[in-house]
């Protein structure tokens, strides 16, 4: 591949998330173009090139990551399959983007990495949260002084979807082996945009409960055991004193959404919409001095990394990940979230729920 090509992409896994978020993203990039896809049902990947124009509807990953014309893998199967698939990849030489989580298990997510850093292949994992024009602008907004010293930090995030009752699309968040639980998913994409913009805690405390012990299947009435966390609250400093306080939960029936409440020693942030995940886009208000009424604050055009687009919220953070990616292959950048970044978040969750299980407070590695 030259500097002046674009980058052929080869799709894995040809599911909802797939066809919502990540081929609008490459459509939309003129950086990228889409070759090969690979689904574990032919007919399904035979229709995903048809409908949108892929040349090469293949019959195996082996054949997907050795096409001469892929030089990045896009792996969108399950998370267990994630560990075999990625593998692939980084032993064709190929340049690989695996969906986080990027496996359920930490020492194989470690193994991962280490062996996309021996080959010299890029890694980028699917954290794309981070890169949302309205957190990097807070983040320079606070690096400024915009609100003068970080106090304390307030995010809480309810989730319309994990209830007890559940299609069979999302059968695989009920498994705890699957490792694509509540906390998995929803709290890895949130506290990685939320640290990254921030810095990481220097020390936690957790609580996760389960008040859904069995979920039920809509389609077919199945009624599963259901062993995961379907409430985490988390508490924390950070190195300079601040104070952080979270709280995800799932199942929730009505005014569901984020916020996210930044209290500076000079003024305040307020971040927000009303789906943690979907079509909504951010508001930001804020104000400074005392007594003050929040304002709207505009994200300035430079964050915008995208050409003109209809695209919803949760698409365009999708499509700034792969922006960063393109960014990264032709700048020598390093934007893009990295397994390396996964590992971190397995930490950190791995640390949660040693804190809830052992009823302590842990300090963390920063």
């Known amino acids: 591949m030259t500097v002046s090509s674009k980058i052929r992409v080869g799709l894995i896994g040809v599911g909802n998330w797939a066809e919502y978020g990540h081929l609008p993203a490459f459509k939309l990039l003129p950086d990228f173009e889409l070759t090969a896809v690979h689904s574990r049902d032919p007919l399904k990947a035979a229709n995903l090139a048809q409908r949108h124009g892929i040349r090469f509807a293949l019959d195996s990953v082996e054949a997907l990551v050795n096409h001469p014309e892929v030089d990045l893998v896009v792996v969108l199967n399950t998370a267990p399959q994630h560990e075999a698939t990625v593998r692939a990849a980084i032993a064709a030489g190929k340049d690989v983007y695996c969906e986080w989580p990027l496996t359920p298990n930490r020492a194989v997510s470690q193994e991962l990495l280490e062996l996309a850093q021996k080959a010299t292949v890029r890694h980028i994992a699917g954290l794309q949260r981070r890169l949302n024009p309205e957190y990097r602008y807070v983040h320079d907004l606070l690096s400024n002084g915009y609100i003068g010293e970080l106090r304390s930090v307030r995010l809480h995030i309810s989730v319309e979807k994990f209830q007890q009752q559940r299609t069979a699309a999302l059968h695989f968040t009920i498994p705890p082996e699957n490792f694509s639980s509540l906390l998995s998913i929803y709290g890895g994409h949130y506290f990685d945009a939320l640290f990254t913009m921030l810095g990481h805690p220097t020390s936690i405390s957790a609580l996760t409960v389960n008040q859904f012990p069995e979920v039920t299947l809509i389609e077919t009435g199945e009624v599963l055991?259901?062993?995961?966390?379907?409430?985490?609250?988390?508490?924390?400093?950070?190195?300079?004193?601040?104070?952080?306080?979270?709280?995800?939960e799932a199942g929730k029936r009505n005014n569901y959404g984020i916020q996210l409440d930044l209290t500076g020693t000079k003024g305040d942030i307020k971040i927000w919409n009303t789906t943690a995940f979907g079509s909504e886009f951010y508001i930001i208000e804020?104000?400074?001095?005392?007594?003050q009424p929040m304002r709207l604050l505009k994200v300035p055009p430079r964050y915008n990394w995208l050409p003109e687009n209809s695209l919803d919220g949760s698409q365009q953070e999708m499509a700034n990940l792969y922006a960063a990616?393109?960014?990264?292959?032709?700048?020598?950048?390093?934007?893009?979230?990295?397994?390396?970044?996964?590992?971190?978040?397995?930490d950190l969750i791995d640390a949660i729920e040693t804190s809830n299980r052992d009823g302590v407070r842990l300090e963390m590695v920063v």
């Open 225 to 248: 055991k259901h062993t995961t966390a379907d409430q985490v609250v988390l508490n924390g400093t950070f190195s300079n004193g601040a104070v952080l306080t979270t709280h995800i």
């Open 286 to 291: 804020a104000a400074q001095g005392d007594a």
């Open 325 to 346: 990616y393109a960014k990264d292959v032709r700048d020598g950048t390093h934007l893009a979230p990295t397994f390396a970044d996964a590992l971190r978040m397995h």
